[in-house]
């Protein structure tokens, strides 16, 4: 069964450093997405995006963070300045037609567990 | 605001025994929910969903029941197994054209006693 790949599966960093968060999508997938979850806590949206651009984002989905699509297969997140409660596990999801034409199911990856220290 | 929440935390069930997941929600204009499992180290897989204009969906060994009248909704596992052992999540779809986020619960942690 095709999957969602992320990559790496853990991340330490020092505060104030950048990360990039990469994940591939399943291949004939249109919308992708990315949420976390801290420890403890609720699978949180950060951000959807579609035909090379943000379609919704929330909140916690500041300057700090941006999305890019650089080729036909990755998908990144990138944090410019990490904070220390910026540690979470970050899950980047797909699905082929969004929520707008059917409730298409989202399908995960594995997540990256970011530590900020 | 609104939000999608779960009773209990922690669950534990013998193996073989039937099992039922409680979510609670309070936009009454939700339509669309649905039930994710997570195993450790895992993102959240897909179990089974439903719309509001049903009460009740079965899948394989799931059933998903909804009462819109209190803003309830369960996850039914019958004759459960230890694969079954995970978190599980309640989420709640988009509510409206354009908006593409999924609202989860906190979780409820199911064990599987053999």
């Known amino acids: 069964e095709p999957e969602v790949t992320q990559t790496p599966s853990h991340q330490v960093t020092q505060m104030g450093q950048e990360v990039i968060l990469r994940c591939v999508p399943i291949?004939?997938?249109?919308?992708f997405y990315w949420y976390r979850q801290i420890l403890g806590q609720k699978v949180e949206f950060l951000v959807s995006?579609?035909?090379?651009?943000?379609?919704?984002k929330s909140e916690i989905f500041d300057d700090q963070f941006s999305v890019e699509r650089p080729d036909g297969s990755n998908f990144t997140l990138k944090i410019r300045s990490t904070k220390l409660e910026d540690s979470a596990m970050y899950f980047c999801?797909?699905?082929?037609?969004?929520?707008?034409?059917?409730?298409?199911?989202?399908?995960f990856g594995s997540g990256t567990q970011l530590s900020v220290l | 605001g609104e939000s999608v929440g779960l009773h209990l935390p922690t669950l534990s069930v013998q193996e073989g025994d039937n099992s039922i997941i409680n979510c609670a929600y309070s936009?009454?204009?939700?339509?669309?929910f649905i039930w994710y499992k997570q195993e450790s180290g895992k993102g959240p897989q897909f179990i089974i969903d439903?719309?509001?204009?049903?009460d009740k969906r079965q899948g394989q060994r799931v059933t998903v029941l909804l009462n819109k009248t209190v803003k309830h909704l369960s996850l039914q596992i019958a004759a459960t197994q230890p694969g079954d052992s995970a978190v599980y999540f309640c989420?709640?779809?988009?509510?409206?054209?354009?908006?593409?986020?999924?609202?989860f619960g906190t979780g409820t942690r199911l064990t599987i006693i053999p």
């Open positions: 439903i719309r509001s204009n049903m």
């Open positions: 936009n009454s204009a939700s339509d669309y």
């Open positions: 995006f579609y035909n090379n651009e943000i379609s919704e």
């Open positions: 999801a797909s699905s082929e037609q969004g929520w707008t034409i059917t409730n298409e199911k989202l399908f």
């Open positions: 291949s004939n997938h249109l919308y």
């Open positions: 989420a709640e779809g988009p509510t409206f054209f354009g908006n593409e986020k999924l609202t």
